[in-house]
T-cell receptor
Framework: EAQVTQNPRYLITVTGKKLTVTCSQNMNHEYMSWYRQDPGLGLRQIYYSMNVEVTDKGDVPEGYKVSRKEKRNFPLILESPSPNQTSLYFC?????????????FGPGTRLTVL | RKEVEQDPGPFNVPEGATVAFNCTYS??????FFWYRQDCRKEPKLLMS???SGNEDGRFTAQLNRASQYISLLIRDSKLSDSATYLCVVNTPLVFGKGTRLSVIA
């Protein structure tokens, strides 16, 4: 089944404790991205990647890191999480960076930073 | 500044009603347009792309007006299962609207 998977789905952590949210897609997509979704603010792009070893900042990259060592994986790293990073996070992929392609989203990771 | 604006709603409509959502975008160079559907606490999923000539998929009709920079979504004969948040999406660059919440009531 074609899908985007994220792990963990739910995470409660404390300020300053490094964490990684994994994202993997099995559709051989070139383009992958991370979003956060907050009430009243909608979906905001954190980072995106056009292909392996190519990553770029989105609208809200501060406090986050990403890497794209393999085509299928695009982990999101929070080196020192803070409470303002409490949010619902979605990973997404699409065939390539073309503007006409559908974005396929993972199921989401609900993160709480205490 | 790239923006996509939607009426947040909620739109509360009875079953069988026709409901329309509008969305405006600020970047006149945008090339492609979409409506996504997001159920509560779930991931967004593509509902339909929006073409210049307008397009229809069953009870759903999408229209694009490039001159006025707005996109619309019309839902006819609303079902309870249509209750969700509808996101307007514009590309390039990729920008999501904040969504319009629809509740269809029996």
């Amino acid at each position: 089944e074609a899908q985007v998977t994220q792990n963990p789905r739910y995470l409660i952590t404390v300020t300053g404790k490094k964490l990684t949210v994994t994202c993997s897609q099995n559709m051989n997509h070139e383009y992958m991205s991370w979003y956060r979704q907050d009430p009243g603010l909608g979906l905001r792009q954190i980072y995106y990647s056009m292909n392996v070893e190519v990553t770029d900042k989105g609208d809200v990259p501060e406090g986050y890191k990403v890497s794209r060592k393999e085509k299928r994986n695009f982990p999101l790293i929070l080196e020192s999480p803070s409470p303002n990073q409490t949010s619902l996070y979605f990973c997404a992929s699409s065939q390539d960076g073309s503007s006409y392609n559908e974005q396929f989203f993972g199921p989401g990771t609900r993160l709480t930073v205490l | 500044r790239k923006e996509v604006e939607q009426d947040p709603g909620p739109f509360n409509v009875p079953e069988g009603a026709t409901v329309a959502f509008n969305c405006t975008y600020s970047n006149s160079a945008s090339q492609s347009f979409f409506w996504y559907r997001q159920d509560c606490r779930k991931e967004p999923k593509l509902l339909m792309s929006v073409y210049s000539s307008g397009n229809e998929d069953g009870r759903f009709t999408a229209q694009l007006n490039r001159a006025s920079q707005y996109i619309s979504l019309l839902i006819r004969d609303s079902k309870l299962s249509d209750s969700a948040t509808y996101l307007c999406v514009v590309n390039t660059p990729l920008v999501f609207g904040k969504g319009t919440r629809l509740s269809v009531i029996a």
